[in-house]
């Protein structure tokens, strides 16, 4: 492999010939050899859009060149487009502040930024410090980039994902509507409903999760750009971090600001476990309606077997004609991967010392995990699981005509002692309901065909 020699404040250093990173993102490579996690290239999009936003409000304040400011949005943009994502190798397991994959931006594209330069015929140069970080530091661009590359993904992925999902759910909830069977608490028989309504559920948290990510995501959409190094905003226009997310408004079509307070945006990242509290509330009811689905599909003999789900893939190397319920078993391991990543960001989150959280770089890493993950699984569930979801009339009715807790009908009738004592009857005997209550002359037939009747059961009486 060919070098070429690049310098820093720490003196020079040999660089690959054909990367377009210089000499601090070399020592970066060379002295955080920990595990196998990148920066993930959500966050290296969104801290192309800041650079090019930070780029036009200098040009606007009077501090950049036209020339150097077209170098600059030219080399963002070709980032943003993941032209050159091989450029960018730093480790998640940096400093804290993230100021390593700060310095990757700004010497990729000082580096493409003056190879345009000279393309154009321009004699100046771009420098990655004087000017594509111009006005800022890794202090305020960092968890700017975070925020904006948190926003980028719960809207432009989770929620489309999310709103599929639904959609899907809705449409059995009303396909299913006259399907009566028996409702299950503690495991146990309890009185009916329709398979339309307990589909309902699983709709209706899916609309709360989607209602809370929405009322906590503008948190996210205030900026720390302007702060600088503690919050001051030295070295920055006091209009900057204005311009900055008017610029980037601009590009995403989502309505960022400048934090009110940015010493607050420095060294807190409350937003960040709030939207991510959301996620795992996501994450929770996941599991749930994926547990709750792969129950009733148990089976194909022995099981619940009251729906039927797509059959994917054979379910075991040694068990012919096995088939297994992988999607619930994927989304719910997904389920537990973000409840994991939520004490993560949580304890990280609380590592605000003075001017400044140093455990940026794991928030974000965790944070675009758990969305990401949440994103693909869902569109999975949904495509490969839930639109095949299908009703097993035949064990549907059995199971509701064998349950003994239709026996509740009859409360209002004999009392609530007298309705036990039949059904206790009916379980030790192996008899039917209907069979115990006339053998205890407490009812007649005709009595007992008029009261437990399922399709009066599933509402209100």
Known sequence: MKYRIEKDTLGEINVPENKLWGAQTQRSKENFAIGTELMPIEMIKAF??????????????GKLTIEKTEAITLACEEINNEKWNDHF????????????????????????????LKERGFDTTLHPNDDVNMSQSSNDTFPTALHLAGVLAIEDFLLPSLSILKETLAEKEESFKDVIKIGRTHLQDATPLTLGQEISGWHHMLEKNEKMLRESIPYMKELAIGGTAVGTGLNAHPDFGTLVAEEISLYTGKTFTSAANKFHALTSHDQIVYIHGSL???????????????????????GIGEIFIP????????????????????????????????VTIGIAASQGNFQLNVYKPVIIYNFLQSTRLLSDSITSFNDKCAVGIEPNYEKLDFNLRNSLMLVTAL???????????????????????????????????????????????????
């Open 48 to 61: 192309s859009l800041l650079k090019k936003g930070a780029a036009v409000a200098n040009y606007k304040l």
């Open 411 to 461: 409360n209002p009738h004999i009392g609530y002692e007298n309705a036990a004592k039949i059904a206790k009857k009916a379980h030790s005997e192996g008899t039917t309901l209907k069979e115990a209550a006339i053998s205890t002359g407490l009812l007649s037939e005709e009595e007992f065909d008029q009261w437990v009747n399922p399709s009066n059961m599933i509402g209100p009486k």
């Open 89 to 116: 190798p730093l480790s998640v397991w940096q400093t804290g502040s993230g100021t390593q994959t700060n310095m990757n931006l700004n010497e990729v594209i000082s580096y493409r930024g003056n190879q345009i």
């Open 280 to 302: 795992k509330a996501l994450a929770a009811d996941l599991m749930k309606i994926a547990n709750d689905i792969r129950w009733l599909a148990s089976g194909p003999r022995s």
């Open 311 to 342: 059959e994917n893939e054979p379910g075991s190397s040694i068990m012919p004609g096995k088939v297994n319920p992988t999607q619930s078993e994927a989304i719910t391991m997904v389920a537990t991967q973000v409840m994991g990543n939520d």
